[in-house]
């Protein structure tokens, strides 16, 4: 079983409609989540990040963690064609030594929104 | 804020030859680098943790003699892939922890060909 289990998709919607991403992970130590966004042929993007369980919003992007279940969650409201894209989850424990802030990555997911 | 840059962004490069890729952060300063590796469709993958004044860490399986990691200050660190080969063609890109924080922000990538 792999330590962050993110569906692959591809995900396609109608402009306007809203996305829910999800991920799930297994490692209990994982205490600190992230949602990155990565065009094609470029490097991932920074979007959301939280610390331990709850909600967070920004603009139109809301992400959620919910430790008791091991899932966390990125909802995009009103979505964009300019949001196609593939987006990866990731999780890092408060770790010290060689292992501080490796993340752990999801698959990653392929979003497109289509006009 | 938060902007990471990568040089070169492409590399052809003739089999035998070595290749330095450079992960500068601009306006912050990161302690910590890590080196990633990412086949097309897939999700990234950790080759090596590059601490500030400090040898490399290597993720099982990556083979530090061929992927020389140098990171001389707090905004700098290098790849060198030496004595490249078809193989090796890849998307590398490189990532930077915030000094003293848990947040991770990308540079856009260096795209290597090996002929």
């Known amino acids: 079983q792999k330590e962050v289990e993110q569906d692959p998709g591809p995900l396609s919607v109608p402009e306007g409609a809203i996305v829910s991403l999800n991920c799930t992970y297994s490692?209990?130590?994982?205490?600190?989540f992230m949602w990155y966004r990565q065009y094609s042929r470029k490097g991932p993007e920074l979007l959301m990040y939280t610390y331990s369980s709850g909600n967070k919003e920004d603009g139109r992007f809301t992400a959620q963690v919910d430790k008791s279940s091991k899932y966390i969650s990125l909802f995009i409201r009103d979505s964009q064609p300019s949001d196609s894209a593939t987006y990866l989850c990731a999780m890092s424990a408060f770790a010290g030594g060689t292992s501080y802030g490796k993340l752990t990555f999801g698959q990653g997911t392929i979003l497109t929104v289509h006009p | 804020g938060a902007v990471v840059s990568q040089h070169p962004s492409r590399v052809i490069c003739k089999s035998g030859t070595s290749v330095k890729i450079e992960c500068r952060s601009l306006?912050?300063?990161?302690?910590?680098m890590f080196w990633y590796r990412q086949f097309p469709k897939q999700s990234l993958m950790l080759m090596a943790t590059s601490n500030e004044g400090s040898k490399a860490t290597y993720e099982q399986g990556v083979e530090k003699d061929k992927f020389l990691i140098n990171h001389a200050s707090l905004t700098l660190s290098t790849l060198t892939v030496t004595s490249a080969h078809p193989e090796d063609s890849s998307f590398y890109i490189c990532?930077?922890?915030?000094?003293?924080?848990?947040?991770?922000?990308f540079g856009p990538g260096t795209r290597l060909l090996v002929l």
């Open positions: 990532s930077a922890l915030v000094r003293g924080g848990w947040t991770q922000y």
């Open positions: 306006d912050f300063q990161a302690t910590t």
């Open positions: 490692n209990s130590a994982f205490q600190y």
